[in-house]
């Protein structure tokens, strides 16, 4: 049975993002296999839009008070036709990748923001109060209607403003909230107002849930998936390898990495079909271009070992225990990219053994610059684990908060490298790296 996806959508301020994380604690509880996903800024495609905007300073920032405001200017043609279109195929890929294909192997999705809040903004945005009823418009409402369940939270103007006082300066605030409005009204969305403390409210979210009548199923055994038709799939090794040569990790990628990732694999891919164009058809130097890019990747990337080791091959942990040495030491790190490396799974629980793999989160630090190097450090590090034949699962995050999105809070993080103890704010109960028991728990 496939999962569902719970979509909360509003202005800023109204508490969605407390609330959605509420309803996935408390599916946790109950054994229910959820992920939470923001939705708000599915940019990939729309990045090169947005960095042409910035130059030509049609995008501008402004500093009132102590806050940025940002005002995209995109009512003059051709961005006002390009810029939806451009948005719509971002947050369909965006869909597909994180939602689509989780929720058809049995995962439920509470999303953080969805459909309506990216019309709302992108009629702001472009000034085109017709949107909505534009063939693109139209689009985004069929994909919309992908929803299980929406929610539009709502409050009164005093109450946002006390919560969210930067809208004061936003010319756009107003315009936002009459958008809103009106849309959760046309399309008779459910609604709840958060004007009362976040427990009242939580409250009120449930019994309009359990008033929609959904069927949330507890987790099964197999692989996390209640599907039944991909259960023994999971368990066939050509499935289990076609899947993760497919996917390699790009469904709970930050958005960030995927942007680094698609340019990394767009050049590979397209230095090999300018050197096999000279040999054979231009079809088929872009479709071996693609599979040639796509298998590096994959192989560089230590999903190659971590397969090894499924099958029930095992490693020498001598060579793992040294990898995570140097990691600790801060000596793999290009100076100013990494803020911090966390570990999970099997070093988190104690459990370390012959046939673990690694399991990790690298924080990086603000700005583009350092986006670059935290993604040339990831570069690094992966093709470091291929050649050293150690099976590893790392993942670069834009901000310690984004930790525990894909992972248990009852795991408490290792500090593989923490020099600013920020790890500490995200789980009191950090793990020094100093204080493992590697070496006993492999032998």
């Not at 929406?150 to 300066?169: C, G, H, K, N, Y």
């Not at 230095?271 to 796509?294: E, P």
């Amino acid at each position: 049975m496939s999962g569902l996806l719970i979509c909360f959508v509003g202005v800023d301020g109204t508490g969605k993002t407390a609330l959605a994380k509420l309803l996935v604690a408390g599916m946790v509880k109950k054994r229910i296999p959820v992920k939470y996903l923001w939705f708000r800024f599915p940019y990939f495609f729309t990045l090169a839009i947005l960095g042409v905007a910035r130059v030509l300073r049609i995008t501008r920032y402004t500093r009132k008070a102590r806050y940025r405001i940002v005002e995209h200017n995109f009512q003059f043609q051709p961005l006002r036709t390009l810029y939806p279109v451009v948005l719509f195929l971002d947050a369909l890929l965006y869909y597909f990748c994180k939602v689509s294909v989780q929720t058809r192997i049995g995962f439920n999705i509470v999303c953080d923001r969805w459909i309506p809040d990216i019309i709302v903004d992108t009629t702001v945005d472009t000034s085109n109060p017709d949107l909505e009823r534009s063939w693109i418009g139209r689009l985004f409402k069929m994909l919309a209607s992908k929803a299980s369940f929406v929610v539009f939270v709502d409050a009164s103007d005093f109450i946002l403003q006390m919560r969210r006082p930067e809208t004061e300066f936003d010319p756009t605030t107003r315009t936002r909230r009459s958008l809103y409005r009106s849309f959760a009204q046309r399309h008779k969305l459910n609604t709840i107002f958060s004007n009362n403390p976040l427990e009242v409210t939580c409250k009120e979210l449930l019994n309009l849930i359990n008033k929609s009548k959904l069927t949330l199923n507890p987790l099964d055994k197999t692989y996390g998936s209640s599907n039944l038709w991909l259960q023994p799939l999971l368990k066939r090794r050509f499935f289990a390898i076609a899947s993760n040569w497919f996917f390699q990790g790009t469904l709970i990628m930050t958005t960030s990495e995927l942007a680094f990732r698609f340019v990394l694999e767009f050049a590979m891919a397209a230095s090999i079909f300018a050197v096999l164009s000279f040999f054979v058809s231009q079809t088929l130097s872009v479709i071996a271009g693609i599979l040639f890019a796509h298998t590096i990747n994959w192989m560089m990337n230590g999903n190659f070992w971590i397969l090894y080791k499924f099958f029930g091959r095992e490693l020498n942990p001598d060579s793992i225990i040294a990898f995570l040495a140097k990691l600790n030491s801060g000596k793999y790190f290009l100076q100013n990219g990494v803020l911090a490396i966390a570990g999970f799974g099997s070093l988190s629980r104690g459990q370390f053994r012959r046939s673990s793999d690694l399991d990790m989160r690298i924080v990086r630090q603000k700005g583009f610059t350092n986006w670059v190097r935290a993604n040339l450090f990831m570069l690094k590090l992966r093709s470091t684990s291929f050649l050293k034949k150690i099976p590893i699962d790392a993942f670069l995050l834009d901000k310690a908060d984004q930790i525990y999105e894909h992972i248990s809070r009852n795991e408490p993080p290792v500090a593989i490298y923490d020099p600013q103890g920020v790890l500490r704010t995200v789980n009191d109960n950090c793990i020094l790296f100093e204080d493992l028991q590697l070496i006993d728990s492999c032998s």
